[in-house]
């Protein structure tokens, strides 16, 4: 069966659509099962409260479950596709036609949620793992999982002080706001990288005698995180700099 006769069969929303004919993956659209999408990536009931999405949604669609909490089913459907698969590449035309107006407050409650839960919740396994080290060796590493935290938090700060308010002009339809996108897109690399620092350090120096379930417990901590950040960047690279540059405001 033809991709064009696929389309004519089933309601599939807009950016299906255009994702089916570029052939580009096979996809989540409207008519997915909540249920089913949690069940292929359940990475994404970490992405879900940022949407003000709880567990308990039954059989509900993807368009049914937009249309009860009033979100914009396209936009959804780019955050979900981008989160779950690494290598996706939204189409250009469904970025740049997509109602953008959720994208600051869903980044927005992302950085809340790493500055608020994750990492003082690593933090507090990481002070369990340190109380088992000599007090210099517990003292660097706590010391630069802070310098860690700070980076990332100054890194948010900047964006949502700097950049946010200039994509919701932007959104808004002021002509006038410019953005320098390559400053904040080069940041996020380091972050990365930092954080990965961190985990080797846990898996080659950590003393036999401090392994435990605190360990075991920081490190997958610390892997889920390092995911969760890659995920926050791509959505940032592959939505918001196209959406930017598709309006024409990013200084070079």
Do not use: W
């Not at 950085?111 to 990492?119: A, N, V």
């Not at 007090?135 to 660097?140: D, E, G």
């Not at 200039?166 to 972050?191: C, E, P, T």
Request: net charge negative; proline share 4%.
């Amino acid at each position: 069966m033809s991709v064009e006769l696929l389309i004519r069969n089933f309601a599939l929303c807009d950016i299906a659509k255009a994702l089916l004919l570029n052939m580009t993956h096979y996809i989540y659209n409207c008519e997915s099962r909540m249920a089913d999408i949690i069940t292929s990536h359940v990475e994404l009931i970490e992405m879900m409260p940022r949407f003000g999405i709880a567990l308990g949604f039954g059989d509900m669609t993807v368009s049914q479950l937009c249309k009860k909490k009033n979100i914009d089913v396209n936009f959804f459907l780019l955050i979900c596709n981008v989160y779950s698969f690494s290598d996706f590449i939204p189409d250009a035309n469904v970025v740049n036609n997509t109602d953008m107006t959720m994208l600051v407050p869903y980044l927005k409650a992302s950085h809340h949620y790493y500055l608020q839960k994750r990492l003082p919740h690593i933090q507090n396994h990481l002070h369990h793992i340190a109380g088992k080290l000599p007090p210099k060796v517990a003292s660097v590493f706590l010391r630069f999982f802070e310098l860690y935290k700070n980076e990332v938090e100054a890194h948010f700060i900047n964006e949502e002080k700097n950049l946010f308010p200039l994509i919701q002009r932007l959104i808004s339809g002021d002509n006038d706001a410019g953005i320098h996108i390559n400053s904040f897109n080069d940041v996020h690399q380091d972050i990365e990288d930092k954080l990965q620092d961190i985990t080797q350090i846990i898996f080659k120096y950590l003393p036999e005698n401090a392994t435990d379930d605190d360990t075991t417990d920081v490190v997958t901590d610390l892997l889920l995180l390092a995911r969760d950040l890659h995920k926050h960047s791509l959505i940032e690279e592959k939505i918001l700099v196209p959406f930017v540059r598709h309006l024409g405001k990013d200084i070079n």
